[in-house]
């Protein structure tokens, strides 16, 4: 069973860093890619990073790239995106997301991925 809930978000101010977590809390080893998303509000859901199975490979979106970091710990079930130099403009729900169990390969595509969790909210003030 797959059930991805993220933490770590919040409100915080312009220039400071966030380190966003999802964990798999319905046990199952998730050998699959996985990836963050973000919504605003009035907005479409955008991709913003993915991670391969084994981490090797991974991929940003433009206006991310330089300043967020997606990791994975595949002992401990977790991905994580450090998101620093926040600006006001990265405000959004943030969404993370499994590819199908061992679907290993990276996809900035929502509709690739099967397993999503609730969100977190991130503010940034300026």
């Known amino acids: 069973q797959v059930q991805l809930v993220e933490s770590g978000g919040g409100l915080v101010q312009a220039g400071t860093s966030l380190r966003l977590s999802c964990a798999n809390s319905?046990?199952?080893?998730?050998?699959?890619?996985m990836g963050w998303f973000r919504q605003a509000p009035g907005k479409d859901r955008e991709f913003v990073a993915t991670?391969?199975?084994?981490?090797?490979?991974?991929d940003y979106a433009r206006f991310v790239t330089g300043r967020f970091t997606i990791s994975r710990d595949n002992a401990n079930n977790t991905v994580y995106l450090q998101m620093n130099s926040l600006k006001p403009e990265d405000t959004a729900v943030y969404y993370c997301?499994?590819?199908?169990?061992?679907?290993?390969?990276?996809?900035?595509?929502?509709?690739?991925?099967?397993?999503w969790g609730q969100g977190t909210q991130v503010t940034v003030s300026s």
């Open positions: 991670i391969s199975w084994t981490g090797r490979s991974t």
């Open positions: 319905g046990g199952t080893v998730v050998n699959s890619a």
């Open positions: 997301a499994a590819r199908s169990l061992g679907n290993y390969y990276i996809s900035g595509r929502p509709s690739e991925y099967e397993y």
